[in-house]
Protein backbone atom coordinates (compact mmCIF):
# COMPACT_ATOMS: atom_id res chain seq x y z
CA UNK A 1 0.00 0.00 0.00
CA UNK A 2 3.18 2.47 0.99
CA UNK A 3 4.18 1.24 -1.97
CA UNK A 4 1.45 2.43 -4.30
CA UNK A 5 1.24 5.80 -2.30
CA UNK A 6 5.33 6.06 -3.36
CA UNK A 7 4.55 4.98 -7.35
CA UNK A 8 2.27 8.29 -7.59
CA UNK A 9 4.09 10.69 -5.05
CA UNK A 10 7.71 9.54 -6.94
CA UNK A 11 6.55 10.68 -10.39
CA UNK A 12 5.68 13.86 -9.45
CA UNK A 13 8.38 15.26 -7.31
CA UNK A 14 10.66 13.79 -10.97
CA UNK A 15 8.13 16.18 -12.57
CA UNK A 16 8.60 18.45 -10.24
CA UNK A 17 12.60 18.12 -10.61
CA UNK A 18 12.60 18.18 -14.26
CA UNK A 19 10.66 21.46 -14.62
CA UNK A 20 13.83 23.29 -12.90
CA UNK A 21 16.16 22.19 -15.59
CA UNK A 22 17.25 22.65 -19.25
CA UNK A 23 18.34 20.47 -21.78
CA UNK A 24 21.64 21.70 -22.64
CA UNK A 25 23.12 19.12 -24.96
CA UNK A 26 21.55 16.61 -27.67
CA UNK A 27 22.20 13.63 -25.95
CA UNK A 28 19.94 14.92 -23.04
CA UNK A 29 22.76 16.46 -20.90
CA UNK A 30 20.70 19.08 -18.86
CA UNK A 31 21.35 21.67 -15.69
CA UNK A 32 19.31 23.05 -13.28
CA UNK A 33 17.69 26.25 -14.47
CA UNK A 34 14.46 28.56 -14.39
CA UNK A 35 14.61 28.28 -18.08
CA UNK A 36 11.62 26.52 -18.78
CA UNK A 37 9.84 28.63 -16.48
CA UNK A 38 11.14 31.23 -18.30
CA UNK A 39 10.11 30.08 -21.85
CA UNK A 40 6.72 29.77 -20.53
CA UNK A 41 6.26 32.98 -19.69
CA UNK A 42 8.03 34.78 -22.54
CA UNK A 43 4.94 33.33 -25.31
CA UNK A 44 2.10 35.13 -24.34
CA UNK A 45 -0.25 32.48 -26.11
CA UNK A 46 1.40 30.10 -23.84
CA UNK A 47 -0.24 32.09 -21.31
CA UNK A 48 -3.21 32.87 -23.33
CA UNK A 49 -4.04 28.86 -23.77
CA UNK A 50 -3.61 28.52 -19.76
CA UNK A 51 -6.10 30.90 -19.17
CA UNK A 52 -8.38 29.95 -22.13
CA UNK A 53 -8.34 26.23 -20.00
CA UNK A 54 -9.38 27.78 -17.10
CA UNK A 55 -12.35 29.86 -18.69
CA UNK A 56 -13.34 26.75 -20.40
CA UNK A 57 -13.45 24.35 -17.61
CA UNK A 58 -15.43 26.97 -15.19
CA UNK A 59 -17.67 26.79 -17.82
CA UNK A 60 -18.01 23.24 -18.67
CA UNK A 61 -18.07 22.49 -14.75
CA UNK A 62 -20.90 24.97 -14.72
CA UNK A 63 -23.00 24.17 -17.66
CA UNK A 64 -22.30 20.33 -16.56
CA UNK A 65 -24.09 20.35 -12.71
CA UNK A 66 -26.76 22.67 -14.20
CA UNK A 67 -27.59 19.98 -16.83
CA UNK A 68 -27.35 17.60 -14.07
CA UNK A 69 -28.75 19.09 -11.29
CA UNK A 70 -32.48 18.94 -12.25
CA UNK A 71 -31.98 14.86 -13.21
CA UNK A 72 -30.52 14.23 -9.83
CA UNK A 73 -33.29 15.95 -8.47
CA UNK A 74 -35.96 13.86 -9.57
CA UNK A 75 -34.37 10.78 -9.09
CA UNK A 76 -34.29 11.51 -5.47
CA UNK A 77 -37.54 13.00 -4.78
CA UNK A 78 -39.53 11.75 -7.37
CA UNK A 79 -38.43 8.32 -8.53
CA UNK A 80 -39.91 5.91 -5.94
CA UNK A 81 -38.63 2.90 -6.65
CA UNK A 82 -35.66 2.01 -8.58
CA UNK A 83 -33.54 4.55 -7.99
CA UNK A 84 -30.37 2.27 -8.35
CA UNK A 85 -31.62 1.80 -12.04
CA UNK A 86 -31.97 5.11 -12.55
CA UNK A 87 -28.78 5.75 -11.08
CA UNK A 88 -26.87 2.92 -13.52
CA UNK A 89 -28.89 4.44 -15.99
CA UNK A 90 -27.82 7.74 -16.25
CA UNK A 91 -23.59 6.53 -15.74
CA UNK A 92 -23.71 3.27 -17.65
CA UNK A 93 -22.18 5.25 -21.12
CA UNK A 94 -19.43 7.31 -18.37
CA UNK A 95 -17.86 3.75 -18.29
CA UNK A 96 -17.23 3.10 -22.30
CA UNK A 97 -14.29 4.73 -24.10
CA UNK A 98 -13.98 8.09 -23.47
CA UNK A 99 -12.34 8.19 -27.24
CA UNK A 100 -15.44 7.20 -28.79
CA UNK A 101 -17.70 9.03 -27.04
CA UNK A 102 -15.39 12.34 -27.89
CA UNK A 103 -15.16 10.91 -31.44
CA UNK A 104 -19.02 10.12 -31.76
CA UNK A 105 -19.33 14.21 -31.08
CA UNK A 106 -17.44 15.22 -33.44
CA UNK A 107 -19.51 13.17 -36.02
CA UNK A 108 -22.70 14.72 -34.90
CA UNK A 109 -20.99 18.35 -34.97
CA UNK A 110 -19.40 17.90 -38.27
CA UNK A 111 -19.24 20.32 -40.79
CA UNK A 112 -20.71 17.66 -42.90
CA UNK A 113 -22.18 15.88 -39.77
CA UNK A 114 -25.29 14.06 -38.20
CA UNK A 115 -26.69 17.89 -36.99
CA UNK A 116 -26.07 19.89 -40.18
CA UNK A 117 -26.91 17.02 -42.71
CA UNK A 118 -30.37 16.72 -40.95
CA UNK A 119 -31.12 20.32 -40.65
CA UNK A 120 -30.35 20.76 -44.18
CA UNK A 121 -32.26 17.37 -44.98
CA UNK A 122 -35.04 18.45 -43.01
CA UNK A 123 -35.00 22.24 -45.19
CA UNK A 124 -33.93 23.75 -42.26
CA UNK A 125 -30.93 25.59 -43.32
CA UNK A 126 -29.17 25.37 -46.76
CA UNK A 127 -25.59 25.53 -45.62
CA UNK A 128 -23.95 23.80 -43.14
CA UNK A 129 -23.58 25.85 -39.87
CA UNK A 130 -20.16 25.87 -39.27
CA UNK A 131 -20.15 27.59 -36.03
CA UNK A 132 -20.98 24.29 -33.99
CA UNK A 133 -17.27 21.97 -34.39
CA UNK A 134 -14.03 23.11 -33.70
CA UNK A 135 -14.48 25.98 -31.74
CA UNK A 136 -14.93 26.32 -27.84
CA UNK A 137 -19.21 25.41 -28.21
CA UNK A 138 -18.27 21.96 -29.59
CA UNK A 139 -15.46 21.35 -26.56
CA UNK A 140 -17.80 23.02 -23.82
CA UNK A 141 -21.01 20.41 -25.19
CA UNK A 142 -18.79 17.18 -25.11
CA UNK A 143 -17.06 17.47 -21.86
CA UNK A 144 -20.50 18.40 -20.35
CA UNK A 145 -21.55 15.20 -22.06
CA UNK A 146 -18.59 13.30 -21.06
CA UNK A 147 -18.03 14.27 -17.17
CA UNK A 148 -22.29 14.01 -16.57
CA UNK A 149 -21.53 11.15 -13.95
CA UNK A 150 -18.99 12.93 -12.12
CA UNK A 151 -21.72 15.64 -11.68
CA UNK A 152 -24.75 13.36 -10.67
CA UNK A 153 -23.15 10.69 -8.40
CA UNK A 154 -22.34 13.51 -5.71
CA UNK A 155 -25.36 16.21 -6.28
CA UNK A 156 -28.12 12.47 -5.85
CA UNK A 157 -25.95 11.63 -2.77
CA UNK A 158 -26.21 14.99 -1.27
CA UNK A 159 -29.94 15.57 -2.20
CA UNK A 160 -30.86 11.97 -0.73
CA UNK A 161 -29.15 12.57 2.27
CA UNK A 162 -31.74 15.84 3.36
CA UNK A 163 -34.05 15.05 6.12
CA UNK A 164 -37.64 15.36 4.15
CA UNK A 165 -39.13 16.66 7.51
CA UNK A 166 -37.36 19.73 6.75
CA UNK A 167 -39.35 20.42 3.75
CA UNK A 168 -42.48 19.26 4.84
CA UNK A 169 -41.56 21.73 7.32
CA UNK A 170 -41.20 24.41 5.09
CA UNK A 171 -44.39 23.31 3.42
CA UNK A 172 -46.38 23.53 6.37
CA UNK A 173 -44.91 27.13 7.48
CA UNK A 174 -46.36 28.63 4.60
CA UNK A 175 -43.00 28.51 2.05
CA UNK A 176 -43.89 28.21 -1.76
CA UNK A 177 -42.19 25.50 -3.89
CA UNK A 178 -39.42 27.90 -5.28
CA UNK A 179 -38.97 29.43 -1.68
CA UNK A 180 -38.14 26.21 -0.39
CA UNK A 181 -36.41 25.05 -2.60
CA UNK A 182 -33.77 28.07 -2.82
CA UNK A 183 -33.62 28.30 1.07
CA UNK A 184 -33.76 24.34 1.94
CA UNK A 185 -33.31 22.16 -0.65
CA UNK A 186 -30.80 23.94 -2.45
CA UNK A 187 -28.56 25.28 0.86
CA UNK A 188 -28.67 21.61 2.41
CA UNK A 189 -27.43 20.36 -1.55
CA UNK A 190 -24.36 22.92 -2.05
CA UNK A 191 -22.13 19.95 -0.81
CA UNK A 192 -22.65 17.54 -3.77
CA UNK A 193 -22.95 20.37 -5.84
CA UNK A 194 -19.52 21.96 -4.88
CA UNK A 195 -17.80 18.35 -5.44
CA UNK A 196 -19.60 18.22 -8.53
CA UNK A 197 -18.01 21.40 -9.59
CA UNK A 198 -14.67 20.50 -8.25
CA UNK A 199 -14.66 16.80 -9.62
CA UNK A 200 -15.44 18.09 -13.42
CA UNK A 201 -14.02 21.56 -12.97
CA UNK A 202 -10.26 19.69 -11.97
CA UNK A 203 -9.80 17.09 -14.32
CA UNK A 204 -10.93 18.86 -17.85
CA UNK A 205 -8.44 21.08 -17.25
CA UNK A 206 -5.68 19.11 -18.64
CA UNK A 207 -8.14 17.42 -21.09
CA UNK A 208 -6.37 16.14 -24.19
CA UNK A 209 -8.42 14.31 -26.50
CA UNK A 210 -11.88 16.72 -26.48
CA UNK A 211 -9.81 19.62 -27.80
CA UNK A 212 -8.02 17.75 -30.22
CA UNK A 213 -10.64 16.15 -31.71
CA UNK A 214 -13.79 18.45 -31.21
CA UNK A 215 -11.74 21.93 -30.42
CA UNK A 216 -10.07 23.14 -33.69
CA UNK A 217 -7.76 26.09 -33.29
CA UNK A 218 -9.63 28.49 -31.12
CA UNK A 219 -10.66 25.17 -28.46
CA UNK A 220 -6.68 24.07 -27.81
CA UNK A 221 -6.38 24.05 -24.27
CA UNK A 222 -2.82 23.43 -21.95
CA UNK A 223 -3.27 19.29 -22.49
CA UNK A 224 -2.14 20.00 -26.33
CA UNK A 225 0.56 22.12 -25.35
CA UNK A 226 2.05 19.60 -22.72
CA UNK A 227 1.49 16.65 -25.46
CA UNK A 228 3.49 19.24 -27.96
CA UNK A 229 6.50 19.92 -25.37
CA UNK A 230 7.04 15.95 -24.97
CA UNK A 231 6.01 15.01 -29.01
CA UNK A 232 6.87 17.55 -31.46
CA UNK A 233 8.83 19.98 -29.91
CA UNK A 234 10.78 17.10 -27.96
CA UNK A 235 11.21 19.69 -25.11
CA UNK A 236 10.45 17.97 -22.25
CA UNK A 237 11.54 20.08 -19.44
CA UNK A 238 9.21 22.47 -20.88
CA UNK A 239 6.09 20.37 -20.61
CA UNK A 240 6.70 19.75 -16.57
CA UNK A 241 6.82 23.42 -16.36
CA UNK A 242 4.05 23.93 -18.32
CA UNK A 243 2.72 20.89 -15.92
CA UNK A 244 3.91 22.25 -12.84
CA UNK A 245 2.42 25.77 -14.01
CA UNK A 246 -1.06 24.28 -14.97
CA UNK A 247 -1.57 22.16 -11.36
CA UNK A 248 -0.70 25.06 -9.41
CA UNK A 249 -3.25 27.09 -11.56
CA UNK A 250 -5.55 24.37 -11.04
CA UNK A 251 -4.88 24.50 -6.88
CA UNK A 252 -4.84 28.51 -6.88
CA UNK A 253 -8.18 28.25 -8.64
CA UNK A 254 -10.12 25.63 -6.66
CA UNK A 255 -8.35 27.69 -3.43
CA UNK A 256 -9.88 30.40 -4.68
CA UNK A 257 -13.40 29.09 -5.31
CA UNK A 258 -13.54 27.83 -1.58
CA UNK A 259 -12.36 30.74 0.01
CA UNK A 260 -14.90 32.65 -1.90
CA UNK A 261 -17.57 30.24 -0.99
CA UNK A 262 -16.49 30.58 2.92
CA UNK A 263 -16.91 34.28 2.30
CA UNK A 264 -20.12 33.77 0.47
CA UNK A 265 -21.16 31.54 3.35
CA UNK A 266 -20.62 34.01 6.21
CA UNK A 267 -21.98 36.58 4.11
CA UNK A 268 -25.65 34.82 3.74
CA UNK A 269 -25.62 33.69 7.71
CA UNK B 1 -51.33 20.43 5.44
CA UNK B 2 -51.11 21.91 1.50
CA UNK B 3 -51.16 19.17 -1.34
CA UNK B 4 -48.67 16.91 -1.62
CA UNK B 5 -45.49 18.39 -2.70
CA UNK B 6 -44.06 15.41 -3.92
CA UNK B 7 -46.54 14.69 -6.13
CA UNK B 8 -46.66 18.28 -8.03
CA UNK B 9 -44.37 19.20 -10.56
CA UNK B 10 -42.64 15.56 -11.74
CA UNK B 11 -44.33 15.99 -15.38
CA UNK B 12 -41.82 18.63 -16.60
CA UNK B 13 -38.92 17.21 -14.14
CA UNK B 14 -39.69 13.92 -15.66
CA UNK B 15 -39.71 14.93 -19.07
CA UNK B 16 -36.53 16.87 -18.82
CA UNK B 17 -34.37 13.48 -17.23
CA UNK B 18 -35.88 11.79 -20.33
CA UNK B 19 -34.44 14.31 -22.55
CA UNK B 20 -31.43 14.44 -20.08
CA UNK B 21 -30.84 10.68 -20.92
CA UNK B 22 -31.11 10.85 -24.77
CA UNK B 23 -28.34 13.32 -24.38
CA UNK B 24 -26.30 10.61 -22.55
CA UNK B 25 -27.03 7.83 -25.28
CA UNK B 26 -27.70 9.73 -27.96
CA UNK B 27 -23.46 10.03 -28.55
CA UNK B 28 -23.33 6.30 -28.00
CA UNK B 29 -26.25 4.86 -30.15
CA UNK B 30 -24.99 6.83 -33.46
CA UNK B 31 -22.30 4.44 -33.98
CA UNK B 32 -24.36 1.23 -34.09
CA UNK B 33 -26.32 2.74 -35.71
CA UNK B 34 -24.45 4.62 -38.32
CA UNK B 35 -21.79 1.23 -38.68
CA UNK B 36 -24.94 -0.03 -40.80
CA UNK B 37 -24.93 2.71 -43.12
CA UNK B 38 -24.15 2.02 -46.44
CA UNK B 39 -22.32 5.19 -46.71
CA UNK B 40 -18.84 6.37 -45.92
CA UNK B 41 -20.04 9.64 -44.62
CA UNK B 42 -21.73 10.00 -41.13
CA UNK B 43 -24.94 12.05 -42.35
CA UNK B 44 -28.36 12.24 -43.11
CA UNK B 45 -30.16 11.55 -45.34
CA UNK B 46 -29.22 7.27 -44.32
CA UNK B 47 -28.60 5.35 -47.46
CA UNK B 48 -29.07 1.91 -47.30
CA UNK B 49 -28.38 -1.24 -44.70
CA UNK B 50 -25.28 -3.08 -45.32
CA UNK B 51 -23.17 -5.32 -42.89
CA UNK B 52 -19.56 -4.63 -45.18
CA UNK B 53 -18.30 -2.53 -42.70
CA UNK B 54 -18.13 -5.27 -40.20
CA UNK B 55 -17.03 -7.77 -42.52
CA UNK B 56 -14.47 -5.55 -43.34
CA UNK B 57 -13.23 -5.49 -40.03
CA UNK B 58 -12.18 -9.09 -40.64
CA UNK B 59 -9.16 -7.67 -42.98
CA UNK B 60 -7.78 -4.97 -41.02
CA UNK B 61 -4.17 -4.72 -40.70
CA UNK B 62 -3.18 -4.71 -37.07
CA UNK B 63 -6.42 -4.71 -35.53
CA UNK B 64 -5.78 -7.97 -33.71
CA UNK B 65 -2.60 -7.59 -32.86
CA UNK B 66 -3.88 -4.53 -30.83
CA UNK B 67 -6.54 -6.40 -29.55
CA UNK B 68 -4.24 -8.98 -28.27
CA UNK B 69 -2.48 -6.25 -26.52
CA UNK B 70 -5.30 -4.65 -25.19
CA UNK B 71 -6.10 -8.21 -23.69
CA UNK B 72 -2.49 -8.64 -22.62
CA UNK B 73 -2.50 -5.17 -20.73
CA UNK B 74 -6.02 -5.44 -19.18
CA UNK B 75 -6.53 -9.37 -17.48
CA UNK B 76 -3.30 -8.58 -15.77
CA UNK B 77 -4.11 -5.02 -14.93
CA UNK B 78 -7.66 -6.15 -13.49
CA UNK B 79 -6.14 -8.86 -11.11
CA UNK B 80 -3.35 -6.75 -10.10
CA UNK B 81 -4.87 -3.45 -9.57
CA UNK B 82 -8.37 -5.88 -7.58
CA UNK B 83 -5.56 -7.78 -5.68
CA UNK B 84 -4.01 -4.17 -4.40
CA UNK B 85 -7.87 -2.95 -3.89
CA UNK B 86 -8.27 -5.73 -1.65
CA UNK B 87 -5.35 -5.22 0.45
CA UNK B 88 -6.05 -1.63 0.83
CA UNK B 89 -9.59 -2.11 1.43
CA UNK B 90 -9.15 -4.22 3.86
CA UNK B 91 -6.88 -2.06 5.87
CA UNK B 92 -8.86 0.98 5.42
CA UNK B 93 -12.20 -0.82 6.54
CA UNK B 94 -10.70 -2.98 9.18
CA UNK B 95 -7.86 -1.74 11.14
CA UNK B 96 -8.18 1.32 13.33
CA UNK B 97 -4.90 2.70 10.86
CA UNK B 98 -3.38 6.19 11.66
CA UNK B 99 -4.28 8.95 9.04
CA UNK B 100 -7.34 6.64 7.44
CA UNK B 101 -8.58 9.77 5.64
CA UNK B 102 -5.09 11.02 4.53
CA UNK B 103 -4.57 7.35 3.13
CA UNK B 104 -7.74 7.67 1.57
CA UNK B 105 -7.49 10.87 0.04
CA UNK B 106 -4.00 9.66 -1.39
CA UNK B 107 -5.40 6.90 -3.47
CA UNK B 108 -8.24 8.89 -4.96
CA UNK B 109 -5.86 11.29 -6.17
CA UNK B 110 -5.28 9.93 -9.40
CA UNK B 111 -8.55 9.93 -10.38
CA UNK B 112 -8.93 13.84 -9.38
CA UNK B 113 -5.79 14.50 -11.48
CA UNK B 114 -5.44 15.32 -15.51
CA UNK B 115 -4.78 12.12 -16.68
CA UNK B 116 -2.34 13.45 -19.33
CA UNK B 117 0.18 14.78 -16.51
CA UNK B 118 -0.37 11.49 -14.27
CA UNK B 119 0.86 10.37 -17.91
CA UNK B 120 3.71 12.29 -18.62
CA UNK B 121 4.70 11.82 -14.59
CA UNK B 122 5.24 8.34 -15.29
CA UNK B 123 6.57 8.31 -18.93
CA UNK B 124 9.64 11.34 -16.99
CA UNK B 125 9.57 8.35 -14.27
CA UNK B 126 10.17 5.20 -16.56
CA UNK B 127 12.94 7.37 -18.36
CA UNK B 128 14.93 8.45 -16.21
CA UNK B 129 14.99 4.93 -15.13
CA UNK B 130 16.08 3.67 -18.19
CA UNK B 131 13.08 1.28 -18.63
CA UNK B 132 12.04 0.59 -21.90
CA UNK B 133 8.43 1.85 -23.20
CA UNK B 134 5.92 -1.17 -23.20
CA UNK B 135 2.68 -3.03 -22.83
CA UNK B 136 4.75 -3.24 -18.96
CA UNK B 137 4.42 0.56 -18.74
CA UNK B 138 1.15 0.88 -20.50
CA UNK B 139 0.07 -1.52 -17.58
CA UNK B 140 1.93 0.08 -14.75
CA UNK B 141 -0.02 3.07 -15.66
CA UNK B 142 -3.98 1.45 -15.34
CA UNK B 143 -3.25 -0.26 -12.39
CA UNK B 144 -2.26 3.33 -10.72
CA UNK B 145 -6.12 4.47 -12.06
CA UNK B 146 -7.72 1.12 -11.37
CA UNK B 147 -7.01 0.53 -8.00
CA UNK B 148 -9.27 3.75 -6.71
CA UNK B 149 -12.07 2.60 -8.56
CA UNK B 150 -11.65 -1.21 -6.98
CA UNK B 151 -10.89 0.20 -3.98
CA UNK B 152 -14.38 2.04 -4.04
CA UNK B 153 -16.50 -0.85 -5.20
CA UNK B 154 -14.58 -3.34 -2.50
CA UNK B 155 -14.71 -0.92 0.49
CA UNK B 156 -18.27 0.02 0.25
CA UNK B 157 -18.89 -3.69 0.48
CA UNK B 158 -16.26 -4.68 3.38
CA UNK B 159 -17.96 -1.37 5.17
CA UNK B 160 -21.13 -2.96 5.92
CA UNK B 161 -19.47 -6.27 6.77
CA UNK B 162 -19.99 -7.44 10.32
CA UNK B 163 -16.37 -8.31 11.67
CA UNK B 164 -17.46 -10.16 14.54
CA UNK B 165 -17.61 -13.03 12.21
CA UNK B 166 -13.53 -12.59 11.28
CA UNK B 167 -13.32 -12.43 15.01
CA UNK B 168 -15.35 -15.33 16.12
CA UNK B 169 -13.49 -17.21 12.90
CA UNK B 170 -10.11 -16.08 14.62
CA UNK B 171 -11.48 -17.22 18.20
CA UNK B 172 -12.16 -20.98 17.04
CA UNK B 173 -9.13 -21.32 16.50
CA UNK B 174 -8.85 -20.77 12.60
CA UNK B 175 -5.12 -19.16 11.54
CA UNK B 176 -5.39 -14.73 10.52
CA UNK B 177 -4.71 -16.46 6.81
CA UNK B 178 -7.82 -18.78 6.62
CA UNK B 179 -10.11 -16.39 8.34
CA UNK B 180 -9.40 -14.46 5.08
CA UNK B 181 -10.07 -17.24 3.25
CA UNK B 182 -13.06 -18.94 4.49
CA UNK B 183 -14.78 -15.78 5.65
CA UNK B 184 -13.53 -12.43 4.42
CA UNK B 185 -13.42 -13.58 1.30
CA UNK B 186 -16.71 -15.16 0.09
CA UNK B 187 -18.21 -12.62 1.42
CA UNK B 188 -16.56 -9.91 -0.59
CA UNK B 189 -16.94 -12.57 -3.75
CA UNK B 190 -19.60 -9.71 -5.54
CA UNK B 191 -17.21 -7.20 -4.78
CA UNK B 192 -14.08 -8.63 -6.39
CA UNK B 193 -15.63 -10.17 -9.40
CA UNK B 194 -17.22 -6.65 -10.01
CA UNK B 195 -14.00 -4.91 -9.37
CA UNK B 196 -11.94 -7.48 -11.90
CA UNK B 197 -14.99 -6.20 -14.40
CA UNK B 198 -14.41 -2.75 -14.16
CA UNK B 199 -11.08 -2.67 -13.90
CA UNK B 200 -10.90 -4.89 -16.80
CA UNK B 201 -13.24 -1.81 -19.15
CA UNK B 202 -10.81 0.84 -18.01
CA UNK B 203 -8.24 -0.51 -18.73
CA UNK B 204 -9.52 -1.70 -22.30
CA UNK B 205 -10.72 1.46 -22.95
CA UNK B 206 -8.03 3.94 -21.59
CA UNK B 207 -6.28 5.95 -24.13
CA UNK B 208 -4.43 9.14 -23.05
CA UNK B 209 -2.32 6.93 -20.46
CA UNK B 210 -1.29 4.29 -23.09
CA UNK B 211 -1.01 6.95 -25.61
CA UNK B 212 1.69 8.24 -23.42
CA UNK B 213 3.32 5.13 -22.11
CA UNK B 214 3.46 2.58 -25.06
CA UNK B 215 6.55 1.77 -26.90
CA UNK B 216 5.46 0.63 -30.80
CA UNK B 217 2.75 -1.42 -29.57
CA UNK B 218 -0.52 -0.08 -30.02
CA UNK B 219 -3.59 -0.85 -27.64
CA UNK B 220 -7.17 -0.57 -29.23
CA UNK B 221 -7.99 2.77 -28.27
CA UNK B 222 -4.64 3.82 -29.96
CA UNK B 223 -5.26 1.74 -33.01
CA UNK B 224 -8.82 3.72 -33.31
CA UNK B 225 -7.04 7.02 -33.03
CA UNK B 226 -4.73 5.86 -35.54
CA UNK B 227 -7.61 5.12 -37.53
CA UNK B 228 -9.28 8.32 -37.42
CA UNK B 229 -7.08 10.36 -39.59
CA UNK B 230 -8.12 8.34 -42.44
CA UNK B 231 -11.74 9.32 -43.75
CA UNK B 232 -11.92 5.98 -45.77
CA UNK B 233 -11.96 3.63 -43.31
CA UNK B 234 -13.92 5.49 -41.08
CA UNK B 235 -17.20 3.42 -41.54
CA UNK B 236 -15.25 0.26 -40.49
CA UNK B 237 -14.02 2.23 -37.05
CA UNK B 238 -17.76 3.23 -36.11
CA UNK B 239 -18.16 -1.38 -36.52
CA UNK B 240 -15.46 -1.56 -34.22
CA UNK B 241 -16.19 1.02 -32.18
CA UNK B 242 -19.88 -0.58 -31.90
CA UNK B 243 -18.41 -3.51 -31.41
CA UNK B 244 -16.26 -1.93 -28.15
CA UNK B 245 -19.26 -0.44 -26.93
CA UNK B 246 -21.46 -3.13 -26.86
CA UNK B 247 -18.89 -5.56 -25.01
CA UNK B 248 -18.39 -2.72 -22.33
CA UNK B 249 -22.51 -1.97 -22.04
CA UNK B 250 -22.65 -6.47 -20.56
CA UNK B 251 -19.34 -5.98 -18.58
CA UNK B 252 -20.88 -3.46 -16.52
CA UNK B 253 -23.89 -4.31 -16.55
CA UNK B 254 -23.17 -7.83 -15.19
CA UNK B 255 -20.43 -6.01 -12.87
CA UNK B 256 -23.44 -3.44 -11.80
CA UNK B 257 -25.89 -6.52 -10.59
CA UNK B 258 -22.95 -8.31 -8.87
CA UNK B 259 -22.80 -5.48 -7.03
CA UNK B 260 -26.25 -4.91 -5.97
CA UNK B 261 -26.99 -8.33 -5.71
CA UNK B 262 -24.06 -8.69 -3.15
CA UNK B 263 -25.46 -5.94 -1.45
CA UNK B 264 -28.81 -7.22 -0.66
CA UNK B 265 -27.81 -10.24 0.63
CA UNK B 266 -25.89 -8.35 3.66
CA UNK B 267 -29.27 -6.32 3.76
CA UNK B 268 -27.61 -2.96 2.77
CA UNK B 269 -29.22 -2.56 -0.31
CA UNK B 270 -29.99 0.60 -1.31
CA UNK B 271 -33.30 -0.56 -2.70
Not at chain 1, 191 to 206: D, E, M, Q, R, S
Request: hydrophobic share 55%; charged share 10%.
Amino acid sequence: MILMIVALIFPFLMVFGLSFTVETGPQGQSEWSLGSYQAFFDKPQYLRVLWRSVIISTIVAITTVLLAYPAAYFIAFHVKKNKMRWLILITLPFWTSYLLRVFAWKLILGYNGVVNSALIYLGLIDQPLDFILYNVNAVVITLAHAWAAFAILPIYVSLQKIDKSLIEAAHDLGEGKVATFMRVTLPLSMPGVVAALLLVFIPTVGDYVTPKLVGGPNGLMIGSLIQVAFGRLDNWPLGAAISVISMITVTAGVCVFLLGLDRLKKMVA
Amino acid sequence: MSANPEKSGPSWLGTYTVCYLIFIYLPVLLLPVFSFNDAIYVAFPMKGFTTRWWAELAQQDGLFEALKNSFLVAVPVSLVSTALGICSAKALTGYRLFGKQIFTGLFTLPLVIPFIILGISLLIAFNSYGLPLSLWSVGIGHVLICVPFSLFVLMSRLESFDHSIEEASLDLGETPWMTFWLVTFPVAMPGILASLLLTFTISFDEFLLAFFLTGNDSTLPIYIYSQLRFPAKLPAVLALGSAILVVTFIIVTIAERLRRQGDAQLGTGVE
